[in-house]
């Protein structure tokens, strides 16, 4: 069946620009979560939604970051005034429920360059 | 805080066994994952540990150990393909996935 998909794949943005960074998480899971990745280090967790719940924004680094989840699928991860620093794979994961053993589930990820 | 320490790089050679060590230090523990992850891809899952004792999968073991905080991955008859970034991840207390840096593993021929 269709893994997690991302979009766009890569995106190269202004200092200073907004952008929109797409998950189609698998179908039927009611877990997805939202990772960052620097070139060389491990997964920074940036939030994390479960069903109908309010989402975990506790990783979110500034408030120029934000992410909602229509319908429970589609998830978008908006950074606004973008910076350099911003600059990273971005990783969305999704899986069956929260709990216990069920693994995440990754896309391929998007690439962000902030020049 | 929160903390998982895994070596940074290891290396070895094609046909050997590798073991890479995870230590964690978390809010209460709800089971202990371990992803490859090839450069520029994904992190894929490998296994998943919860009870003490060792889970065997083909050529890779995990093992845990909750008291002593501790984990490792064992990688058999290594292949030139495992060479690959391997992340520890803990869920805590809130059933919140807490990663580690990754381990690269180089493999030699």
Same mark, same amino acid.
């Given at each position: 069946?269709?893994?997690?998909? @991302?979009?766009?794949? #890569?995106?190269?943005?202004?200092?200073?620009?907004?952008?929109?960074?797409?998950?189609?998480?698998?179908?039927?899971?009611?877990?997805?979560?939202?990772?960052? @990745?620097?070139?060389?280090?491990? *997964?920074?967790?940036?939030?994390?939604?479960? &069903? #109908?719940?309010? %989402?975990?924004?506790? &990783?979110?680094?500034?408030?120029?970051?934000?992410?909602?989840?229509?319908? &429970?699928?589609?998830?978008?991860?908006?950074?606004?005034?973008?910076?350099?620093?911003?600059?990273?794979?971005?990783?969305?994961? /999704?899986? @069956?429920?929260?709990? /216990?053993?069920?693994?995440?589930?990754?896309? %391929? &990820?998007?690439? *962000?360059?902030?020049? | $805080?929160?903390?998982? =320490?895994?070596?940074?790089?290891?290396?070895?050679?094609?046909?050997?066994?590798?073991?890479?060590?995870?230590? +964690?230090?978390?809010?209460?523990?709800? $089971?202990?994952?371990? +992803?490859?992850?090839?450069?520029?891809?994904?992190?894929?899952?490998?296994? +998943?540990?919860?009870? =003490?004792?060792?889970?065997? !999968?083909?050529?890779?073991?995990?093992?845990?150990?909750?008291? !002593?905080?501790?984990?490792?991955?064992?990688?058999?008859?290594?292949?030139?393909?495992?060479?690959?970034?391997?992340?520890?991840?803990?869920? =805590?207390?809130? +059933?919140?996935?807490?990663?580690?840096?990754?381990? !690269?593993?180089?493999?030699?021929?």
């Amino acid at each position: 069946g269709a893994g997690v998909s @991302q979009s766009p794949s #890569n995106k190269v943005t202004e200092k200073g620009k907004d952008v929109e960074l797409r998950c189609d998480p698998i179908s039927g899971h009611t877990a997805l979560y939202w990772y960052r @990745q620097s070139l060389g280090q491990g *997964l920074e967790f940036l939030i994390y939604f479960q &069903g #109908n719940s309010a %989402p975990d924004k506790s &990783g979110l680094p500034s408030d120029r970051f934000s992410a909602e989840r229509t319908g &429970g699928s589609v998830s978008t991860l908006t950074i606004q005034r973008t910076q350099q620093e911003d600059s990273a794979v971005y990783l969305c994961a /999704s899986s @069956q429920t929260d709990d /216990s053993s069920y693994e995440q589930y990754f896309g %391929p &990820g998007t690439r *962000l360059t902030v020049t | $805080g929160q903390n998982i =320490d895994q070596p940074t790089e290891m290396t070895a050679t094609e046909g050997a066994i590798v073991q890479i060590n995870c230590t +964690y230090q978390t809010s209460g523990f709800n $089971g202990l994952f371990w +992803y490859q992850q090839h450069a520029g891809e994904a992190p894929t899952f490998l296994s +998943y540990n919860v009870l =003490d004792g060792l889970e065997e !999968k083909g050529r890779f073991s995990s093992f845990l150990s909750r008291s !002593k905080g501790y984990s490792y991955l064992l990688l058999k008859e290594l292949q030139m393909k495992d060479s690959a970034s391997y992340l520890c991840a803990v869920k =805590d207390s809130n +059933y919140q996935l807490i990663w580690g840096a990754g381990t !690269k593993l180089i493999i030699k021929p």
